[in-house]
Structure formats: structure tokens, C-alpha cells
């Protein structure tokens, strides 16, 4: 059935349906983080506030606006893994192995974030720092509504995770269907500003909100997104002191 609408599927209509669910896990994503901030962390005293200054009503209008604008240009890489698939440049498994798929999703994941890197670090080049990443970085303070508030050329570069994917390996529908939505469930985690695990060391794994957080405060350092082994790797991390104050490793 998958397969058959996939297939059979106007591009048109592929480009809206592709729009329509980004649009679904955007606003439904921020939505949820939203209540879950004004209902359940915030005043709780477990968790804590990583800036105390609060998000103002243009920077919420401008990030959705954004917002918006990317998720037109994702809908045309829901048309691209579609006419690529037709013109047999990549393939698609539409079965479902119980036993590979934990490793398809682990794939797509490691390959998510080691994309992420690298494009986030290619854009704090600074002629493309100043012209494009500048706007994400206008998001001072990140809130849920900053995940996919992004200049057009950024939203385009990273939109080709998927498809650079698929050409290196077969992926199931399943795992392809999996790569946005758990991407923007991080994304909005890792912007709704609150650090969950204060007393952990800074690379602890679930500490990503609180690292992200800190690339929008500083610019420089922490361009990975969860994972905090890459920047490790590549020593642009920002390291805490024991004073609590941050500095760089270029």
C-alpha cells in the first residue's frame, strides 16, 4: 500500500503531503514542549532555566515564519527520494526485518547527527555565518519554535541528509519515515532552553538541550547536536570550569 502511493503519487501531491506532515510534527512537536515548559518545568525547582531572560512575541512570529519558509523547501526532498526512486538512482526497502531494523534506525541516526556536524560547522565559516546562519542564530534565547527557523539555503543544505543517504545504502520505508520525526523531537528538545540533568557533567548524553543552549549563547563550539563524542573528537566542545565559566576548544 505504501509502496502503490509512493509510486503512483503525483509529485505535486507528494511535495504536499510531504509539507503537511512537517508542518504536523512542527507545530504539534512545539506545541506539546510548549505545555510541557508552562505546565511541568517551569517553577518545578528540579530542572533549571539555561537563560533567564524570556523569548519575545517577534523572535516567536519571526522563528515560525521560518519556520514555515523551510518546511516549503523540505517538501521538495520528499519529491526528490521519489523521483530518484523512479528513475532507479536509489532504492527503498518495503519490507520490514525485525532483526535489521534497530540497526537501519541506528544508521540513519548516526548518520543524521555526522551530517548535522558538518554542515553546522561549514556554516560558522564566516562569510556564510554572516549571510545565512546569522538566522538561526537571531534566536538568542532558542525555544521549541527555533528547530526549524533557518535561512533558505540553510534548510536546503540540510535537507540533503536524506537523499545522501539513500544513496549510500538501502534503507527501509520505515527508517525513512523515522529520520524527521525523530529529528525534530530532538530538535525542539534542544532548544527548549532547560538543562534536565544540571548536576551531570557536560557530556553527559542526555545534557544536548543544555549544550545546544550554550552554541546559541557563545556561537563558537558545540556544533554537534546530541551526540557530544563528534565534537569531542574534533575538540570544538565547549569545556566547563569549575568556576562555571565556558571556554572554547577551536
Known sequence: MIEHFFVTTPWWLMYLVTVGYFLLIYFGF?????????NVLKGSGIVKKINEKVQTVYQRNMEIRRSIISIMIFGWF???????????????????????LPLELIAIFLWNELHFYFCHRLLHI???????????????????WSAYSFHWFEATLLSTVMITAMFMYTF?????????????????LGHWDYDLF????????????????????????????????????????????????KQVQN
Open 30 to 38: 512545539a506545541l506539546i514542549a510548549e505545555w510541557v515548559i508552562g
Open 126 to 144: 564566516k562569510w556564510l555565518f554572516k549571510h545565512i546562519h546569522y538566522a538561526h542564530h537571531d534566536s538568542h534565547i532558542p525555544t521549541p
Open 172 to 188: 527501509s520505508y520505515v527508517a525513512i519515515l523515522f529520520l524527521p520525526f525523530i529529528s525534530l523531537v530532538l530538535n525542539v
Open 198 to 245: 544540571p548536576r551531570k557533567n557536560n557530556d553527559f548524553l542526555l545534557r544536548f538541550s543544555y549544550r545546544h543552549s550554550m552554541h546559541h549563547k557563545r556561537v563558537k563550539g558545540n556544533y554537534g547536536f546530541f551526540l557530544p563524542w563528534i565534537d569531542n573528537l574534533f575538540h570544538t566542545n565547549l569545556k566547563e570550569n569549575k568556576d562555571n565559566s
Open 78 to 100: 520528499g519529491v526528490l527520494p521519489q523521483q530518484a526512486y523512479l528513475h532507479h538512482c536509489v532504492n527503498i526497502n518495503w519490507s520490514v526485518n525485525p532483526a535489521t
